[in-house]
């Protein structure tokens, strides 16, 4: 937030790399700003180091022409409607707000750099001394890359724009830093700080119970229907699984546990039999956490559950070069320091999954939910991609009672 004071030294020292005027002329009662354009402006500094836009000022003299008190929310309404509707993916980390200089009234909006790169209505765009420039394709890979899967640094490791070790719970960084005399320290050595004392993406995932804050849909939808479709008049339930991803995981197992029916045969000896393998459920939702892609803001993780089948869908296309039809022999992991991590959290005992560890690395996960799934219902799992989203469906098995009655 930016008082009078600060606006007018950010007036008096002109446009830079990080500031921009624009004047907001109205006819006729309308407001006369070219919305794709400010797309273009907005994305630029997102795209780069973060910025600072001021309406009301002229640019060529830095003078304060003002806008009209009344039009003030009509301005501040179509920068949020451009953030949302017009850059791909939607920019989430601005601020915008208006201020009084004397008499005159003036509309900024602070964008911070983004953890993504977003196109805006006419491309990519980065900020170049006072003024936006196009990228090249080369500029566009290299960028991407730095904020992704680069080799430099992985997405999990990147630094969280607008956070600080005051975001992350104690009681969730002690898990990794336990003997801690300096935890700062240590929580950047552990790469859950960054350099600059902000938190990273697996700081924020592993130790923030708000973590949906900070990484938009970064958690687990849930639902259970009785029947075969989407269809809201057949939703039995409905959850979203927020905070920690240990505590997600745990709280969606949980879920698809509580609507798991196992049926029974009545003679002597009775026989019991789930619909689903909850080990194999287990590896499925892991799986699914650890190997999304987090850079993704526009999905999260879903699980839907129904009478013939439970899908589960994760953002993300397979990373580099791994295709469907041999994710059971090939290991490559999206997310390394999300990996580690999860591999250092204790299970409880009564969760019965077979592993002391959430992740045991030995990349088994996906051959344990073929075997326990087809085994159990004699059916295999199907995984397939759906343009930048991998889909999992396993199909339930048949009821014990179901079975007696036919012979």
Same mark, same amino acid.
């Given at each position: 937030m930016l008082d009078k004071d600060k606006i007018l030294a950010k007036i008096d020292a002109g446009e830079t790399s990080g500031i921009e005027f624009k004047q907001v002329i109205v006819k006729h009662g309308k407001i006369q700003l070219k919305n794709h354009h400010l797309s273009d402006e907005i994305a630029a500094f997102a795209n780069h180091r973060g910025g600072l836009i001021i309406f009301g000022v002229e640019d060529k003299?830095? &003078? *304060?022409?003002?806008?009209?008190?009344?039009?003030?929310?009509?301005?501040?309404?179509?920068?949020?409607?451009?953030?949302?509707?017009?850059?791909?993916?939607?920019?989430?980390d601005f601020y915008i707000d208006n201020v009084a200089i004397d008499d005159k009234y003036l509309v900024y909006i602070e964008i911070n750099r983004s953890l993504w790169l977003h196109e805006s209505g006419h491309g990519y765009f980065y900020r170049h001394g006072d003024s936006k420039r196009k990228m090249s394709t080369e500029h566009i890979l290299r960028i991407g890359q730095a904020r992704s899967q680069a080799r430099i640094i992985r997405f999990d490791e990147q630094s969280v724009p607008s956070t600080n070790i005051g975001i992350l719970q104690k009681s969730f960084y002690q898990r990794f830093i336990p003997d801690s005399t300096n935890e700062e320290l240590d929580l950047k050595k552990r790469n859950l700080l960054y350099k600059d004392g902000s938190a990273t993406v697996a700081g924020?995932?592993?130790?923030?119970?708000?973590?949906?804050?900070?990484? !938009?849909?970064?958690?687990?939808?849930?639902?259970?229907?009785?029947?075969?479709?989407?269809?809201?008049?057949? &939703?039995?339930?409905?959850?979203?699984?927020?905070?920690?991803?240990?505590?997600? *995981?745990?709280?969606?197992?949980?879920?698809?546990? &509580?609507?798991?029916? *196992?049926? /029974?045969?009545?003679?002597?000896?009775?026989?019991?039999?789930?619909? !689903?393998?909850?080990?194999?459920?287990?590896?499925?939702?892991?799986? /699914?956490?650890?190997?999304?892609? !987090?850079?993704?803001?526009?999905?999260?993780?879903?699980?839907?559950?129904?009478?013939?089948?439970?899908?589960? !869908?994760?953002?993300?296309?397979? /990373?580099?070069?791994?295709?469907?039809?041999?994710? *059971?022999?090939?290991q490559i992991t999206r997310n390394e320091l999300l990996t580690r991590l999860l591999s250092e959290i204790e299970l409880d005992d009564n969760m019965k999954v077979g592993r002391k560890y959430f992740l045991e690395r030995r990349g088994e996960g996906v051959g344990i939910i073929m075997r326990e799934s087809e085994q159990l219902s004699g059916k295999a799992p199907i995984y397939q991609v759906n343009g930048e989203e991998l889909q999992l469906t396993i199909f339930p098995a048949q009821s014990l009672q179901g079975e007696n009655d036919d012979d």
């Open positions: 003299t830095n &003078q *304060i022409i003002g806008i009209d008190k009344d039009i003030c929310h009509q301005v501040v309404e179509i920068l949020s409607s451009i953030c949302h509707d017009l850059l791909n993916p939607s920019l989430v924020v995932l592993m130790c923030s119970p708000s973590s949906d804050d900070y990484l !938009y849909n970064s958690f687990i939808q849930a639902v259970y229907y009785n029947g075969v479709e989407k269809d809201a008049n057949y &939703q039995i339930d409905a959850q979203d699984f927020k905070g920690v991803l240990d505590q997600q *995981i745990i709280n969606a197992f949980k879920f698809v546990k &509580q609507y798991n029916k *196992i049926s /029974a045969t009545k003679e002597v000896g009775r026989t019991e039999r789930p619909q !689903y393998s909850m080990k194999a459920i287990f590896e499925a939702i892991v799986n /699914a956490v650890v190997h999304r892609d !987090y850079s993704k803001s526009g999905s999260k993780i879903r699980l839907f559950m129904f009478s013939n089948r439970l899908e589960l !869908y994760s953002p993300g296309a397979l /990373a580099n070069t791994l295709a469907v039809d041999t994710l *059971i022999s090939n």
